[in-house]
Every structure is written in C-alpha cells, then in structure tokens.
C-alpha cells in the first residue's frame, strides 16, 4: 500500500476541518507528553512507509508532543551478516552476538539504520539528532545473564548482549529541549569501555520508563499479539501475558517485545501499545489517542 496515494474518496475541506477540530479535546490534553517510539526493523519495509512514519514523527512533534525514537535493525542486521557469510543464531528473542557480530551490529544500526532515520526526519522537516547508549552516558550495560526456559540453573553464552544497568536521560532531556527529535540505537556501553548489543525493544521500555513517558507505541510487522488460532488479541493484562509466554503461544522476537510492554506499564508508562507499522499513520492514529489497530497491555 502506498500511503502518499491519492484516496479513492477524498475528503471535502468541510470534512477536513471537522476532523481537525475534533481533535482539539485530546491535543490539549497531550501538550508536552513524551511519547516513546520503537520502530522495528521489520516495520521498515518499504520507503514510502518509512518517509511517512517519518513525517508522522514531524507532525507529532509540531502539535505539540515530545517524541523519542528507539530504532530496531534485527533483519538489517541479519542482512549484513549473510553477505559475510556469518549466520545469525537467537536465543529467547536475543541475537547471541561475539566479537564479530558485534561489529556488524555497530555498523547497521548507528551506522545506516539510525543515519536513514536522521535523514527521513531531517527531509520531513524535523530536526533528529542520532544517538546510541553510548552518547552523554545514555545507557549503562554489562552482559546479560539469560537462564535457560527449561531449566534455570543453566544460563546461555550469548556473548555481548547487554542487561542495562542504568539510563541517564539528561542528554535526551538537553536535546528535547533544543528541540530536536532524539533517535536512539540500542547500543548500550559496559564499565570496560566495550559496546553491548540490547534488544530495541527492552531499550525503548527502560527509556520509556526512566523518561516517565505517557505513551509507549511498539511498531511491527504484525498487527499486534495473536493467539494460536491467528486472532488478534486487543487486549492484554499481565496474568494472560504470562500465560501466552508460559504455553508458547508467544514467542520469538515477541518475548522480549512482550517483556518490556508489560515492564513499562507495570513502571508507571500509562498508555503501552504493539502496533502494525506497516499499516500507514497507524502509529499517528494511537499517538493521538484515535485507538486503531493492535494491542494494549494492560496492568491488572
Ligand atoms: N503470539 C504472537 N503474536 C504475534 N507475533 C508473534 C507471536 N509470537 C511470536 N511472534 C513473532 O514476533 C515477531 C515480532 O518480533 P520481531 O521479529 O522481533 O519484530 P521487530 O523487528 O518489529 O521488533 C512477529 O513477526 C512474529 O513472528
Ligand atoms: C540482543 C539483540 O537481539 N539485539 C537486536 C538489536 C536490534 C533489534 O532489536 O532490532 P528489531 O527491533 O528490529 O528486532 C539484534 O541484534 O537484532
């Protein structure tokens, strides 16, 4: 679908003015919210959707919202990875990530994920800044300690995939407030000076949390969680989470998707939301508070 198509009904300037003026209630409402963005890889699947998720950033910003970007990188990276003849291997949802990979990792996401972020937002007219953990101290990690699902007494190799250990949001807070839209790759730096690899979505919860966000819209390539029969799930409190994850029903990149959603709400985010980025201006639609698509998670 090519969200800058002409719509088959286009709306008369009545109706474009009733629309604007009916969101006069929730704009004021949401004057100066920091809203948290993670943009998965797998949601950036074609460019016109990517200049349009671009210009959704602008246009939130404009109206008065105060929108922080967490980029994901995963088939990017995976991409790369194959043409140098490396094969990618995950462990509940964390890419086991050596020396190499790590490198790899380093160069896909802050080298061309996050630049091609900075430069869509740049050309909507925006002002993004590209940042990773590792800038003004942002995120503080050591190696991540990942105990087998099965049997916890045993823990996973998987090498320089971080656990953060703290965020320091005071450059994110300085650069907000030159207004520019942060664009942050989850790169987290350890005591050693060495980079760590952190899943994009565990980075866009803790940062959602530690910058007391009130919304948190997780894009994706699917339209939010399903149950086993492939049904939308619409709605999620933490007991039917954990028992999805407990009988496999999540799964995947979903776990650690899941894990920060929940960890979000749980710390005081108020609104947390998975959502179809392939659907064009749904992520406008929710940041607006217009509910459209997905799943909201729930905290009872
Ligand atoms: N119950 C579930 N509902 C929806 N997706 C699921 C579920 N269990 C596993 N998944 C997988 O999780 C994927 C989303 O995670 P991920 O690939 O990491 O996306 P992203 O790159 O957007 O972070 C989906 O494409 C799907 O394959
Ligand atoms: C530890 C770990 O798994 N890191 C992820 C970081 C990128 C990411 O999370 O990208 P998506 O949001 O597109 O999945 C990875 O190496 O793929």
Not at 14 to 21: F, G, M, N, T, Y
Not at 45 to 69: I, K, N, S
Not at 137 to 160: E, M, N, V
């Amino acid at each position: 679908m090519n969200p800058s198509a002409p719509s088959p009904h286009p709306i008369t300037s009545a109706e474009r003015a009733a629309v604007l003026a009916s969101l006069l209630p929730s704009l004021r409402q949401q004057q100066g919210q920091t809203l948290v963005i993670k943009y998965g890889g797998n949601a950036m699947t074609e460019p016109a959707l990517q200049q349009a998720f671009a210009q959704d950033v602008v246009l939130l910003q404009l109206l008065g919202l105060r929108p922080v970007v967490v980029h994901g990188g995963g088939p990017q990276i995976e991409h790369l990875l194959q043409r140098l003849g490396k094969q990618g291997r995950f462990v509940q949802g964390m890419r086991v990530t050596d020396a190499e990979t790590m490198q790899v990792v380093e160069w896909v996401l802050a080298g061309q994920v996050q630049q091609e972020i900075v430069g869509l937002i740049n050309q909507a007219g925006g002002r993004a800044l590209g940042l990773t953990g590792r800038d003004g101290g942002l995120i503080r990690a050591r190696a991540l300690r990942l105990p087998d699902a099965t049997d916890p007494s045993l823990w996973h190799d998987i090498g320089q995939v971080g656990d953060i250990v703290a965020i320091d949001p005071a450059l994110l807070h300085t650069v907000q407030a030159q207004g520019y839209i942060p664009v942050v790759s989850p790169i987290g730096c350890g005591d050693g000076n060495q980079s760590f690899n952190i899943n994009a979505d565990v980075v866009a919860a803790r940062l959602a949390t530690s910058l007391q966000a009130d919304k948190l819209l997780m894009l994706t390539n699917i339209p939010g969680v399903l149950d086993r029969q492939g049904q939308l799930l619409a709605r999620l409190s933490m007991a039917e989470i954990e028992a999805l994850v407990a009988d496999g029903t999540i799964s995947g990149g979903m776990i650690p998707k899941i894990a920060g959603a929940l960890e979000a709400a749980k710390s005081g985010v108020k609104a947390v939301h998975i959502i179809d980025g392939r659907v064009p201006h749904a992520m406008l639609l929710e940041a607006l508070g217009q509910h459209a698509c997905g799943t909201t998670i729930c905290v009872d």
